[in-house]
T-cell receptor, first 116, second 111 residues
């Protein structure tokens, strides 16, 4: 398997623009997580899905952020409008929970977002 | 509120010695606790998982302990090597599958 695939790897945009980050989880995984990492705040959980259903979005900073998972192989995180304080590395991760698997996360390489 | 605390100061250690990292948590009833390694510019990589009813887990030169009374986990790297230099993250999972991370501790192993 290719692992968790995120795109784009780097995004530079101007304040006010819409940003869409994409994630393809590992096939067969039933959980998908979106995290944001900054030096100041570390790795923050934004939202996670189970079987494509959002379970907890309490980490989403504000209404400018939205996430969707239309099917088991694709998720998006959208920021509209973007602000300079949204600059961070955004990670997607997936996991599988069953008797043989205990839910360890597999991370993508991250999307580094810079909002000018 | 739920908190996961790791030592924010970097741990500098000489090659061959044992590095010990601490993870403390409050207001949590974790189903299990995980440790990850993160290298600069990369996503975290899973290392070890320990369940709430387990006291200790080992994997090669790594050892994790879990004390639910103290609400603490210790992570040991024995016979440390320069290649072990990285940031190590503690993560807690609740019974609904929600996984949250501590801020991480940087380990620097010098030859």
């Amino acid at each position: 398997d290719a692992g968790v695939i995120q795109s784009p790897r780097h995004e530079v945009t101007e304040m006010g623009q819409e940003v869409t980050l994409r994630c393809k989880p590992i096939s067969g995984h039933d959980y998908l997580f979106w995290y944001r990492q900054t030096m100041m705040r570390g790795l923050e959980l934004l939202i996670y899905f189970n079987n494509n259903v959002p379970i907890d979005d309490s980490g989403m900073p504000e209404d400018r952020f939205s996430a969707k998972m239309p099917n088991a192989s694709f998720s998006t995180l959208k920021i509209q409008p973007s602000e300079p304080r949204d600059s961070a590395v955004y990670f997607c991760a997936s996991s599988r929970h069953d008797r043989a698997n205990t839910g360890e996360l597999f991370f993508g390489e991250g999307s580094r977002l810079t909002v000018l | 509120s739920q908190k996961i605390e790791q030592n924010s100061e970097a741990l500098n250690i000489q090659e061959g010695k044992t590095a010990t990292l601490t993870c403390n948590y409050t207001n949590y009833s974790p189903a299990y606790l995980q440790w990850y390694r993160q290298d600069p510019g990369r996503g975290p990589v899973f290392l070890l998982l320990i369940r709430e009813n387990e006291k200790e887990k080992r994997k090669e030169r790594l050892k994790v302990t879990f004390d639910t009374t103290l609400k603490q986990s210790l992570f040991h790297i024995t016979a440390s090597q320069p290649a072990d230099s990285a940031t190590y993250l503690c993560a807690l999972t609740d019974s609904w599958g929600k996984l949250q991370f501590g801020a991480g501790t940087q380990v620097v192993v010098t030859p």
